[in-house]
């Protein structure tokens, strides 16, 4: 059983910085695909970026290229995302998801882009004033 808990988050003021991270438990570093969604008051879910562990390939939501980033810590069991350049639309809480099982990178850019993951933290709030 996968156990994700983020930190980090917070409030900027616009063109500021955060960074979140996600400490996951109770999984194999193999085969798995992290990501981070967000979710705005009275929108939708949608996908900021994603990583496959094995390989390090990286995915991100057009949106957020460029400004975002997202890396792993093995040693730390940990996925952060670096978010540079904030602008109030990127304020939302600010989930972790994983899955398990991906075999290949290409798995884990679908996964992102379907929004089908098992295993989800309980969210960490990123403000933005303008």
């Known amino acids: 059983q996968v156990q994700l808990g983020e930190s980090g988050g917070g409030s900027v003021q616009a063109g500021g910085t955060l960074r979140v991270s996600c400490e996951a438990s109770?999984?194999?570093?193999?085969?798995?695909?992290m990501s981070w969604f967000r979710q705005a008051p009275g929108k939708e879910r949608e996908g900021v970026a994603a990583?496959?562990?094995?390989?390090?390939?990286?995915y991100y939501d057009d949106s957020v290229k460029g400004r975002f980033t997202i890396s792993q810590d093995t040693a730390q069991n940990t996925v952060s995302l670096q978010m540079t350049s904030l602008k109030p639309e990127d304020t939302a809480i600010y989930y972790c998801?994983?899955?398990?099982?991906?075999?290949?990178?290409?798995?884990?850019?679908?996964?992102?882009?379907?929004?089908?993951?098992?295993?989800w933290g309980q969210g960490t709030q990123v403000t933005v004033s303008s």
């Open positions: 990583i496959y562990i094995d390989d390090g390939s990286t």
């Open positions: 109770g999984y194999s570093k193999s085969y798995l695909c």
């Open positions: 998801a994983a899955q398990t099982g991906v075999h290949a990178g290409e798995f884990c850019s679908y996964l992102f882009k379907a929004h089908n993951f098992n295993y």
